[in-house]
C-alpha cells in the first residue's frame, strides 16, 4: 500500500499596511486552500470580525466571495470568486505577493506574501501560526489614518476626546495579541479546497 502523500505547506506572511505599531502575522497554511479558505484565516489570525466586503488582488486579477444563489450578471465580469482558486494554482503562476483588501470604507489594505512551500508532518494542525506583532485595530475606527488619530487621543488622557474614545473601544493597548486565543480559532478554520465548477 503506498504511503499517503504528505500535505505541501506554505508560510504565509500578513502585513497591514500603513499602519504603527507594525501588524504582522505568520501563518503555515496547506497550500489545498482555496481563497475562500485563505480569507477566514487571515480575519481570524489578524482579530478581524468579518463585518464588511473583501476581495483578492493577484495578478492584475480581482477574487471576491460568491453567494451560490447569485446569478452571474449580479457581478462586475472581471471578478472571480474566491472559490475557484488555491494557494496551489497561485503559487503555480509564479505570485509571490498579493493584496488582500478588507472593507471598502477604511480601507484595509494587506500585503500577503508567500514563502517557502515545506511538506507537513505527521500531526501537524492546520492552519498554524508561526508569528505575530501588533494587535488589530479596532472595526470601524477609519482606517490607517483614523487608527492613528485613536491612538494618539487614547495616549492622551489629557485630549478632548479621550473619554469619550475610551468609552467607545475600552483600554487598547496596541502591542497586546493573545496567540493562544489566535492558534485555537485558526484551528476552528476549515481548510476548504477550490471548487473546479466556478470561474
Known amino acids: 500500500m503506498a504511503e499517503k502523500e504528505k500535505p505541501k505547506i506554505a508560510r504565509i506572511r500578513i502585513d497591514l499596511r500603513h499602519v504603527e505599531p507594525c501588524v504582522r502575522r505568520c501563518v503555515d497554511v496547506p497550500i489545498s486552500a482555496s481563497l475562500d479558505s485563505l480569507h477566514w484565516i487571515i480575519q481570524t489570525a489578524m482579530g478581524w470580525d468579518n463585518d464588511h466586503m473583501h476581495e483578492f488582488e493577484i495578478g492584475g486579477r480581482r477574487y471576491e466571495h460568491h453567494e451560490p444563489f447569485f446569478d452571474v450578471g449580479d457581478h462586475d465580469s472581471e471578478v472571480i470568486s474566491s472559490r475557484a482558486i488555491d494557494l496551489a494554482g497561485i503559487i503555480a503562476q509564479g505570485v509571490k505577493k498579493f493584496v ?88 476552528r478554520v476549515p481548510i476548504v479546497p477550490k471548487s473546479d465548477s466556478l470561474g
Open 100 to 187: 488582500y483588501l478588507y472593507d471598502f470604507g477604511d480601507n484595509w489594505t494587506h500585503e500577503i506574501n508567500i514563502g517557502r512551500v515545506r511538506d507537513g508532518k505527521s500531526g501537524e494542525k492546520f492552519p498554524l501560526l508561526i508569528d505575530a506583532s501588533g494587535r488589530c485595530p479596532p472595526e470601524d475606527c477609519g482606517g490607517a489614518w483614523g487608527y492613528a488619530d485613536l491612538l494618539e487621543v487614547l495616549g492622551d488622557p489629557a485630549h478632548k476626546d479621550h473619554e469619550e474614545m475610551l468609552e467607545w473601544c475600552g483600554e487598547f493597548d496596541p502591542q497586546e495579541i493573545d496567540e493562544q486565543g489566535i492558534q485555537a480559532n485558526l484551528w
